[in-house]
């Protein structure tokens, strides 16, 4: 039976190359690996589909040797946000919960309650081999918010109302010189509407009304999930939180900064935002 072998060195994603210059996750019956891996790991992840996926973390060296093997196969070392332009869009998000589900694994070895020994007891659960205390795997839920307001008409402005305007901000934590959007972590006893009014508030002095649920994204970096939002702004002028954000402006559809990458549901309310902006005004 063939099997789809997601195999990971900390980020790094094992994929495979294929004739026509296109990649794949290494299917097969068995691992490309030659040295002894009677010591890794291997996780079954269930899907609602009719394939069967292994999941397994190994170290550098056995790393290295897959992908400089020099056999009828071409193996590649992939960033796996970066797989996302090389993967189709079932096995990328495949691959980030095979991630979610090994990094679970490594931080679920011993008990929370008496620092024993856990096993797995399914292929998403384990049990404490002492006290039997169980966990599964941990999903820390964000919300991210597109906030947009109409542009106020300047003196002697000649062109309408202005427009619209998006709120974009730098984190940061960004690695790169994007702008991208208000987002923070649900704590607890808060609904999402709530978290995301709390955010918005702390992080830019500004109130919101009118929030709409826009879309959800599994987010396995390492182990959460993004639920987005659109939502007007009411009223408050713009100051940052210092300590988490470095950059943030009002944005006009024709002078937008570097946006995030196609991969983020930040920028699929972006994009959203755009096209709605752009059937206003024909």
Same mark, same amino acid.
């Given at each position: ?26 299917? *097969? ?14 996780? =079954? ?32 070392? +992939? ?34 309650? +008496? ?36 542009? %106020? ?6 062109? *309408? ?27 607890? *006893?808060?609904?999402?509407? =709530? ?45 940052? =939180? ?37 059937? %206003?005004?024909?």
């Amino acid at each position: 039976m063939n099997i789809f072998w997601y195999i990971f060195c900390d980020n790094l994603l094992l994929l495979e190359k294929l004739d026509d210059q296109s990649f794949r996750i290494p299917i *097969g019956e068995k691992p490309e690996i030659r040295s002894s891996y009677k010591n890794i790991t291997v996780h =079954q992840v269930k899907l609602d589909v009719d394939k069967r996926v292994m999941a397994m973390m190994v170290d550098e060296a056995i790393f290295k040797e897959i992908v400089n093997s020099h056999d009828k196969r071409t193996f590649e070392a +992939c960033d796996l946000r970066k797989s996302y332009y090389k993967l189709n869009q079932h096995e990328y998000e495949t691959a980030g919960k095979c991630r979610e589900i090994l990094y679970w694994d490594e931080h679920t070895q011993y008990c929370g309650k +008496c620092g024993s020994r856990m096993n797995l007891s399914s292929p998403i659960s384990k049990k404490c081999e002492r006290c039997g205390y169980e966990v599964w795997p941990h999903v820390s839920p964000a919300v991210i918010v597109l906030i947009h307001k109409i542009k %106020k008409k300047e003196k002697n402005a000649t062109d *309408g109302t202005g427009g619209e305007e998006v709120l974009l901000v730098q984190a940061r934590n960004f690695r790169s010189n994007f702008y991208g959007l208000v987002a923070g972590f649900v704590e607890t *006893g808060e609904s999402l509407e =709530q978290a995301l009014a709390r955010e918005v508030k702390e992080e830019t002095g500004l109130t919101i009304t009118n929030i709409e649920y826009f879309g959800s994204q599994p987010w396995p970096y390492p182990s959460g999930i993004m639920i987005g939002f659109n939502a007007e702004y009411v009223s408050g002028d713009l100051h940052l =939180q210092d300590n988490e954000l470095k950059n943030g402006n009002w944005f006009t559809k024709d002078n937008l900064p570097t946006l995030p990458e196609k991969l983020s549901i930040a920028r699929m309310l972006i994009d959203n935002w755009l096209e709605n902006t752009k059937n %206003k005004s024909l």
